[in-house]
T-cell receptor, first 116, second 114 residues
Framework: DTGVSQNPRHKITKRGQNVTFRCDPI?????LYWYRQTLGQGPEFLTY????????KSRLLSDRFSAERPKGSFSTLEIQRTEQGDSAMYLC??????????????FGPGTRLTVL | AQSVTQLDSQVPVFEEAPVELRCNYS??????LFWYVQYPNQGLQLLLK??????LVKGINGFEAEFNKSQTSFHLRKPSVHISDTAEYFC????????????FGRGTSLIVHP
């Protein structure tokens, strides 16, 4: 399967702990996005990379959040000092950037975070 | 700034009946429009997209949508639904000429009853 993969699929942590999620995009896709999805809501944009460069960050991405995409391949999203409000599904998507694609997103299965 | 409104949070329908899921958007520039489907505990999957050209767009699983610029709408339709169509459906819009970051609606839960 050559789709977008995310690990872990589920993470339960205690408030105050740090967590890190990984996303492996489709190999030929140069853009990678992170979203947060809470119950009853659509995905909310957090940040995106074009190759290894982080080009935009949402106001939702507080100082406790950091994302990297070394060498333009996989990406990690780290949340420091987790809070209960961080509980959500974290989705990763990749896209073969080009106007002809309209920036169609290819999503991974998500990582569900529960902060106790 | 772009925005998306999905007016119905839940749409119940009987199997083999037609269905329409409504989506309205707001933007000051040209847009690209998308419908995605999400099954439980899975990521989103593209159903169809409108970039330009014909306003009637056909997608996977028998779904289609019509872009109406004057009404700023992009409603999703299927003439006959199956139990397997039960899922969450999200409309999304991205503005052409910018960063193309999509904005998603809150979603519509389609519930197909036997």
């Amino acid at each position: 399967d050559t789709g977008v993969s995310q690990n872990p699929r589920h993470k339960i942590t205690k408030r105050g702990q740090n967590v890190t999620f990984r996303c492996d995009p489709i190999s030929e896709h140069n853009r990678l996005y992170w979203y947060r999805q809470t119950l009853g809501q659509g995905p909310e944009f957090l940040t995106y990379f074009q190759n290894e460069a982080q080009l935009e960050k949402s106001r939702l991405l507080s100082d406790r959040f950091s994302a990297e995409r070394p060498k333009g391949s996989f990406s990690t999203l780290e949340i420091q000092r987790t809070e209960q409000g961080d509980s959500a599904m974290y989705l990763c998507a990749s896209t073969p950037w080009g106007i002809s694609s309209g920036n169609e997103q290819f999503f991974g299965p998500g990582t569900r975070l529960t902060v106790l | 700034a772009q925005s998306v409104t999905q007016l119905d949070s839940q749409v119940p329908v009987f199997e083999e009946a037609p269905v329409e899921l409504r989506c309205n958007y707001s933007s000051s520039v040209s847009v690209y429009l998308f419908w995605y489907v999400q099954y439980p505990n899975q990521g989103l999957q593209l159903l169809l997209k409108y970039l330009s050209g014909s306003t009637l767009v056909k997608g996977i699983n028998g779904f289609e949508a019509e872009f109406n610029k004057s009404q700023t709408s992009f409603h999703l339709r299927k003439p006959s639904v199956h139990i397997s169509d039960t899922a969450e459906y999200f409309c999304a819009v991205s503005e052409s000429g910018g960063s193309y970051i999509p904005t998603f609606g809150r979603g519509t839960s389609l519930i197909v009853h036997p």
